[in-house]
């Protein structure tokens, strides 16, 4: 399982913390950017993790921004994309549980580095418990079919 991270200029700070978090917990990271505080566009490094993470379904993202709403906003328009902005630990471990999240949304000038690094942690180590969940996860993945029937 690859963890592929990315933020803008306004969650950059964040996003280092938690890199520098998680590698020494021994994941695997791809930071794909922004990697200077020069303001840039969130939806295109929300795009690329975002993309990045359907290419392989082990794989998991976490996208920081100011609030963390901009990127949650851009990834949830991506088809097969469930993306969770998250300010608590509780949400956190439930939205992997009940939503099988694959993308985490922080938000740097919401949640601070202690409150984020335990949110990302319980994130991570909770999983998809399927059953009566993976039909409502199924009932999002298949949005467009349902509507056109
Ligand atoms: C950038 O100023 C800010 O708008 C962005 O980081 C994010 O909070 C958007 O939702």
Not at 12 to 40: F, M, N, P, Q, R
Not at 68 to 94: E, P, Q
Not at 127 to 145: A, C, P, W, Y
């Amino acid at each position: 399982m690859k963890l592929i991270i990315g933020s803008d200029h306004g969650g950059l700070l964040l996003k280092e913390k938690v890199k520098e978090y998680l590698t020494s917990k021994g994941y695997d990271i791809e930071d794909v950017g922004t990697y200077t505080a020069v303001s840039c566009d969130y939806p295109v490094i929300a795009d690329k993790v975002c993309q990045k993470v359907l290419a392989d379904s082990s794989n998991l993202g976490i996208l920081v921004c100011g609030t963390g709403i901009g990127m949650s906003i851009y990834a949830n328009k991506v088809k097969g994309i469930r993306a969770s902005h998250c300010t608590d630990t509780f949400s956190a471990r439930l939205t992997r549980q009940h939503n099988d999240s694959n993308v985490l949304c922080l938000g740097e000038r919401i949640t601070g580095f202690g409150l984020a690094l335990d949110i990302v942690t319980e994130w991570l180590n909770a999983s998809f418990e399927g059953g009566r969940h993976q039909k409502r996860v199924d009932m999002i993945n298949e949005l467009d079919t349902m509507r056109n029937n």
